[in-house]
């Protein structure tokens, strides 16, 4: 099979199934969870960030990213938005879960956040020019008439 026809395939396949178009919030709601599970479950006096954000699920962000933009789904700028959104509301929840129990906690919650939101934006930048860089080799060039 060559590439051409390959490709053809593929865009068929990718074309008829429904969920393509929510790939971008199916991946944000994916890197919610996976980031936001370790994080919530580390004791208050263990939280030190950005390190309790580091590691494996910032990959989930990533990947997120990537299918998004690859599938074409959601372009740069809207899966950057949306799945990049996804590690500062991580943050967010367990910001409100605590100072709901003891209203002295996390008294420098806006650089937290700010934290949180440059740490899911790089991810979400470099998994969503990743999956651009996918598409433009796997989606055949336009021919201009």
Not at 118 to 134: F, Q, R, V
Request: net charge positive; charged share 10%; hydrophobic share 55%.
């Amino acid at each position: 099979m060559s590439k051409s026809k390959f490709v053809l395939l593929s865009r068929r396949f990718v074309r008829t199934m429904g969920w393509t178009k929510h790939t971008v919030y199916i991946g944000s709601a994916a890197a919610l969870i996976a980031v936001g599970v370790p994080y919530w479950l580390l004791p208050y006096g263990k939280l030190n960030l950005p390190n309790a954000l580091l590691g494996p699920s910032l990959f989930v962000v990533i990947v997120a990213a990537t299918l998004s933009c690859a599938i074409g789904s959601a372009s740069f700028r809207k899966s950057v938005a949306i799945v990049g959104a996804s590690v500062p509301a991580v943050v967010l929840l367990r910001i409100v879960a605590d100072v709901a129990g003891d209203p002295t906690t996390h008294n420098l919650w806006p650089l937290e956040l700010m934290i949180a939101s440059l740490l899911g934006g790089a991810s979400s930048a470099i998994g969503a020019a990743t999956g651009l860089l996918t598409a433009k080799l796997i989606r055949p060039a336009r021919r201009q008439a």
